[in-house]
């Protein structure tokens, strides 16, 4: 599984982004995976910000609730995830993972938001 992560970008305080993340797997169904993006900013751990499970459960973490969306295509082995209302706290590299026995990762796309 290589995951392909894209759509960081600068943004500033309230605006919006959309990060895009494309699988490419052999052997096994993308539908199968249940996909997530997590972010890591400075000096701080990774944190999963979103969950979109194999089964259509969508999990977020709390201060993103509201203003992030995840989704995904699976005819198109992608996953997104919408960012309305950033703000500089929003700060971090975003990773998108794949889970299915194991999990996957894909590189960073740094989003930026400035005050």
């Known amino acids: 599984v290589q995951l392909q992560a894209s759509g960081g970008g600068l943004v500033q305080a309230g605006g919006s982004l959309r990060l895009s993340c494309v699988a490419s797997?052999?052997?096994?169904?993308?539908?199968?995976?249940?996909m997530n993006w997590h972010r890591q900013a400075p000096g701080k751990p990774r944190e999963l910000v979103a969950t979109y499970t194999s089964y259509g459960i969508t999990n977020y973490k709390a201060s993103v609730k509201g203003r992030f969306t995840i989704s995904r295509d699976n005819a198109r082995n992608t996953v997104d995830l919408q960012m309305n209302n950033l703000t500089p706290d929003d700060t971090a590299i975003y990773y998108c993972?794949?889970?299915?026995?194991?999990?996957?990762w894909g590189q960073g796309t740094l989003v930026t938001v400035s005050s």
């Open positions: 797997i052999s052997g096994s169904n993308f539908s199968q995976y249940t």
């Open positions: 993972s794949a889970f299915r026995i194991k999990a996957y």
